[in-house]
């Protein structure tokens, strides 16, 4: 049984008989009243954000939720195909399931797909990946450092704000959790 101290970003939860998981939370102490826990949270099965307070002392029951690391493959029609690294098992995950975390798959990734009773209910992408950029506006002369940033396009479909020295088959390190540029790695 978890409680409210050990509430934490991606802590998952059981709550009205579904698996959550724990988005954001703070801390609060009023000047007056008991502390409470604010938080939103997340529902595996249907992707719905819901905002919670819990009292000090609360008690939950977690989550059963068994993580496999896969290997993505290719996009179907409306779903995405990957494969059990070990079994070589196959498993297609909808698209809302997916959801924003699609914008930053390229094909042949290793990502960590979450169960719940043998169903697929979410993926987690590794914190960072390069990626190519596929279009940018072109740089000019002079711009260096200064802060400024304009879009550009990474080979997944992505957008992306990218500083304005890096040009078109420039590799950049992402953080997934983000969508931000980190660093150029490589150059075309």
Request: aromatic share 10%; charged share 25%.
């Amino acid at each position: 049984m978890f409680d409210t101290s050990d509430i934490r970003k991606g802590l998952k939860i059981m709550m009205d008989g579904a698996p959550y998981t724990v988005v954001e939370f703070q801390f609060v102490k009023p000047g007056k009243g008991a502390a409470f826990t604010r938080t939103k949270v997340k529902n595996l099965l249907t992707g719905a954000v819901l905002e919670r307070n819990f009292r000090s002392g609360e008690k939950f029951e977690p989550a059963n939720v068994e993580t496999k690391t896969m290997q993505y493959l290719y996009k179907d029609a409306d779903s995405f195909v990957f494969m059990d690294t070990t079994s070589y098992d196959q498993v297609q995950i909808p698209e809302t399931t997916i959801g924003e975390s699609a914008l930053f798959m390229p094909e042949n990734i290793n990502v960590e797909v979450l169960f719940f009773h043998d169903r697929a209910v979410g993926v987690t992408l590794p914190n960072f990946i390069e990626q190519k950029i596929m279009e940018t506006e072109p740089g000019f002369r002079g711009d260096t450092a200064t802060g400024s940033t304009k879009p550009a396009r990474i080979s997944t479909g992505a957008s992306i704000n990218v500083p304005l020295f890096i040009g078109v088959g420039d590799v950049v390190k992402i953080d997934t959790r983000t969508g931000e540029y980190l660093e150029r790695v490589g150059r075309a």
